[in-house]
């Protein structure tokens, strides 16, 4: 693997190397090695030589769960304030700890997103996005039965997930 410059000459890719490069440039005359785009980015995209063998349809169905996934994240974040002044009074806590419920499923999205990356290259992408689409059902399931802020708030951190 190598470093390209904006000037397109070749350097070693570990730092020794691109410094002495930078400070021993190529003399005149001398014949200096230029990457094209497309040998530079051959040289570090990981997905080279990929293809596609999804069909149209599975192609479609992917993207619309995806839409969906993300109207329903949505819908889910801007409901919850509606509901803020019925749960202070049902549970007898206050906007601060109201405003966790929201701060808990960012937290948690934040915090499961790494880890997600790396089952994302495990598993099939309608199979991960179902196990969490599975997460956000079961979290929106213990939020509309919690009997306790608890609960609710267990329920928001599976959300998140």
């Keep these: 693997s190598a470093l390209t410059s ?3 000459h070749r350097f070693p890719a570990t730092d020794e190397g691109a410094m002495a ?5 190529p003399a005149l005359g001398e014949k200096i090695q230029k990457l094209s785009v497309s040998d530079a980015a051959r040289e570090v995209d990981p997905d080279d030589g990929y293809v596609d063998t999804r069909s149209r349809n599975q192609r479609w169905l992917e993207f619309t769960l995806m839409c969906l996934c993300n109207v329903a994240w ?3 974040a801007s409901l919850l304030p509606m509901f803020f002044t019925e749960f202070q009074v049902l ?7 109201l405003s966790l419920l929201s701060t808990v499923k960012g937290w948690t999205a934040a ?3 790494f880890p997600c990356g790396f089952i994302g ?3 099939p992408r309608p199979r ?5 689409m ?5 979290g929106l399931a213990l939020c509309a039965g919690a009997t306790c802020f608890e609960m609710l708030f267990v329920g928001r951190i599976l959300n998140g997930v």
């Design 134 to 138: 599975i997460f956000w059902a079961v």
């Design 91 to 97: 549970f007898h806590v206050s906007q601060t700890e």
């Design 21 to 25: 490069a930078v400070a021993n440039p």
């Design 74 to 76: 949505t819908i889910d």
């Design 128 to 132: 991960l996005v179902g196990y969490g």
């Design 121 to 123: 290259e495990l598993l």
């Design 111 to 113: 915090l499961f997103a």
């Design 6 to 8: 904006a000037l397109g």
